[in-house]
């Protein structure tokens, strides 16, 4: 069952022995005469990250702390700083000042791959699909950081090889049922409607069974109907154990979706707090959402 037809389940938790920071049965057997951990509550922390491209300060000592668990949502008007932050946070861009935590531990220096073999998904502003191969094929390559066959099984295609490559396919027909999708599997990604190439962008990066995905603006170029079913699927994404950061310009989707919200402007940290609060806070009410804004949380 998939949230993307209003049910959801236990399938991306049931997925994750296969990540590498999760614990396998052997290690939760030993660890139940040990004491008790506590829980670390923040999964992500940035602290005081900045960015300068030339003359402009695209981020400027930009702080905040995202939950396990949580949807937190990124707003801003255009330029803000948003998607510098997300290309920051995925090691496309080297922080100029500050650093970012991820479970405990430093993402300085990490390139893209790593980040993501870390724990650390995204989807892209413009939508990044390799448009000639199938829906399915497109999921299939987000399980490359998850994979254990290298050159010489590729080419001597040996019993353990196909054994993972008849995995990573039925895997990833698993998650385009799990947004949606699954009745164009074989239909050329640049074939899609526009919300399906969306919810294929989210399907393959949840295949690199992330503990955070980052989504930049996924409701983006949707229908009313379209993004209620997007707001379906990032409940059941959460439900099933992942942390969401999401970027939107549908107010109504993030202040009905997500548990905090962090604004900037200018690359500057205005606001953050629960987003009943944000929405009122005259900062954000003068830099972004504009002053005629009220939006009905009960109704939204």
Known sequence: MSPADGTTGEYLSSQREGSPVRADAGTAAAAIDAPAAVPQLAL???NGVGKRFGGVQA???VSFTINHGEIYGLIGPNGAGKTSLFN????IYAPDGGEF???????????????????IARTFQNIRLFGNLSALENVMIGRHVRTQAGVWGAIFRDARTRAEEKAIESRAYELLEYVGIARRADDQARHLPYGDQRRLEIARALATEPELLALDEPAAGMNATETASLRTLLEGIRHDGTTILLIEHDMKLVMSVCDRVLVLDYGRKIAEGPAAEVQQDPA???????????LNLKGA
């Open 59 to 61: 981020l400027a000592a």
């Open 44 to 46: 992500l922390k940035a």
């Open 284 to 294: 954000v009410i003068a830099a972004y959402l504009g002053g005629e804004v009220s």
């Open 88 to 91: 920051v946070l995925t090691g």
């Open 101 to 119: 935590i991820f479970e405990g531990l430093p993402l300085t220096g990490l390139k893209p791959h790593e980040v993501a073999a870390r724990g």
